[in-house]
């Protein structure tokens, strides 16, 4: 039997209701495949943009001066950088995340990203004495230079946080030929350590092979190191702990969940990896200056600064010229790019990243507080977080920018600045769906749950290998009670991303800040400018309380930990010369 369906006005407009109804739900449900976690304030004062009120709009940016899905762009004028604070550094730091992202132009020799083409190079991790070497990429292929490139302080030691929050370097003890490490007894003799107790008043006691306890332990630290914020740690493999003294022998508590060397793993179950490469302005000048075809100031390579002006700049484009390669960017001078990455296999909405193909660690994942690593395969890697550090004109600290994927963190308190000219506060983010932090997560942030222990991962005391869950602790880059430095920064995302048209990938990354110091100078005191308290969630994840230039304290090549190990003070280590 057929029904017959009446075609009455009122019917066809509840048909007609009900297929826009189930339109909306479609797109609902797409959007939140594809769109962002996090949301930019709507009403922030919009006090920096890249269309209105530019120099360059962001329409120059592309080419072809359209804004097209997915275009290429063209790289800042580092060389003719126009110094207006602070709307001119994050206009520079949007161009150029932009740039690295397009797809690569031919000139460039192929490759599927800027940052993945031969105009590129990528950076080994470091070897035991803390040499890097180029690595000649693969287009199409990322090559991962670790699975945690450790954060390190300003003399190349990772760091630790405190209670109270003081970051640290941790210095590694001298080891004896037995392997023990050794210790300053009250006398200032080195002493071997046999073990490690607490005395009955909680305090460690240090013993040594015949087992005396050794008086007024001391750490032996290198002279170089001043009186900055460094402390040492001794293992003790009978209690699977570590002590940690300051200068002065007295013990430093670190925060619960705090480790050395930590490994970052996403709710969706990867880890999370890191690559980093330079630009061939960088490499080529590096080569130069470290073989002596570039003179260094005084003789002395970390006396050198990145280049900034013309005259600099031809002498790196005539050196690698004379040997066979013509640099098609010069105008963007040195580029350091680092990337955090997760695999996309398991990421619900995998279309909303960059991705690209590399070799990854395969582990055995069997026993929960250890996992061993059995070899390697190919999978596909999505970006979550980039570090955009390049030298511009009066600026040979580099400007540090940082961006992350909107899904990655939750969002700590923070205050801007609203069109009407008022002060408005946003919470703490507590919902959301997150890639970095469980939905409604309570308790602590950014706790280490494992460490690496090359070519294996251990987990933390009281922890399994297990994600953990992030807060990103400085929303935009600076104290969250900063409402003017956080509008600005609000201001340039929401106009870079609103230009972008629909489909762009790069729709789905926001700038978390951009840092650089006053007329280019070290980064002293008073002299850092920007969003002073900038950091990457998957990169600083546990060393949020200082920013960039707190590590990178200096505007001489070793700004970059890179170019020079922050450990020689000579600068004959570090990343070897193209040749």
């Known amino acids: 039997m057929k029904m017959k369906i009446s075609s009455s006005p009122q019917l066809r407009n509840l048909i007609r209701s009900l297929n826009l109804l189930l339109i909306v739900i479609i797109a609902a449900l797409v959007s939140t495949s594809s769109v962002k976690s ?37 790289p800042a004028d580092s060389l003719g950088f126009l110094d207006r604070p602070n709307c001119g550094f994050y206009q520079w730091s949007e161009r150029m995340f932009l740039w690295l992202t397009s797809p690569a132009p031919a000139a460039y020799g192929g490759g599927s990203r800027v940052f993945n083409s031969p105009i590129f190079y990528g950076v080994s991790a470091p070897d035991f004495r803390g040499n890097r070497t180029f690595i000649r990429q693969e287009p199409g292929v990322l090559v991962v230079s670790a699975l945690r490139d450790a954060q390190v302080g300003p003399h190349g030691f990772s760091m ?22 050794l210790i300053s007894d009250d006398t200032g003799k080195a002493i071997e350590i046999m073990r490690v107790t607490l005395a009955n008043d909680g305090k460690p006691a240090f013993f040594d092979p015949k087992g005396k306890r050794i008086a007024k332990p001391r750490p032996i630290l290198p002279q170089h190191l001043g009186k900055g914020p460094v402390i040492q740690g001794f293992f003790d493999p009978n209690r699977g702990t570590t002590t940690f003294l300051n200068p002065a022998g007295i013990v430093v508590n670190v925060e619960q969940g705090q480790s050395q060397n930590g490994v970052l793993q996403a709710q969706n179950g990867s880890l999370v990896y890191y690559t980093i490469v330079v630009n061939d302005v960088y490499a080529f000048f590096l080569t130069a200056l470290k073989r002596g075809d570039i ?43 680092k990337m955090s990455w997760v695999e996309a296999a398991s990421l619900p909405n995998p279309n909303s990243y960059i991705t690209m193909n590399a070799m990854v660690p395969i582990y055995d994942r069997s026993v929960s507080d250890l996992w061993v690593r059995t070899g390697q395969h190919m999978v596909r890697l999505a970006l979550v977080g980039m570090h955009v550090v390049g030298s511009a004109a009066g600026h040979p600290e580099m400007i540090w920018a940082t961006f992350e994927h909107f899904g990655n ?27 970095f932090s469980e939905t409604k997560a309570a308790g602590l942030f950014n706790e280490v749950h494992m460490s690496s222990e090359p070519p294996n991962i251990r987990a933390a005391p009281a922890f399994d290998i297990s994600p953990s869950n992030t807060m990103r602790m400085h929303p935009f880059g600076s104290a969250g009670a900063e409402a003017t430095k956080n509008s600005e920064v609000i201001s340039i995302n929401r106009d870079v991303i609103e230009s972008l048209v629909d489909g762009d990938v790069r729709r789905n990354y926001l700038m978390i800040g951009a840092t650089w110091t006053i007329g280019g100078g070290p980064p002293e ?11 990457n969630t998957t990169m600083e994840t546990y060393q949020q309380t200082q920013g960039c230039l707190g590590c990178h304290a ?10 020079c190990s922050p450990r020689d003070e000579r600068c004959v280590e570090g990343l070897r010369p193209l040749f």
């Open 525 to 535: 005191e008073g002299r850092v400018a920007g969003t002073t308290f900038l950091s």
């Open 554 to 563: 200096t505007n001489k090549v070793t700004v970059s930990h890179i170019f």
């Open 295 to 337: 003179p260094s100031p005084d003789g002395q390579i970390n006396h050198a600064e990145f280049p900034t002006n013309r005259s600099a700049l031809t002498a790196i484009t005539d050196y690698a010229a004379a040997h066979g390669t013509t640099i098609p960017e010069p105008g963007a001078l040195a580029v350091e790019v």
């Open 160 to 181: 630790i946080m405190a209670k109270g929050g003081t970051l640290f370097e941790v210095v590694p003890p001298p080891v004896a030929r037995s392997g023990r490490q």
């Open 409 to 435: 963190s939750p969002n700590e308190r923070y205050s801007y600045i609203t069109t009407a000219s008022s002060r408005r506060g946003v919470l703490q983010d507590r919902g959301g769906s997150w890639l």
């Open 38 to 74: 996090q949301s930019l304030p709507g009403d922030a004062e919009r006090n920096c943009m890249a269309t209105s009120g530019s120099v360059f709009p962001i329409n120059t940016w592309f080419v072809g001066n359209t804004v097209t899905r997915n275009g290429v762009v063209r």
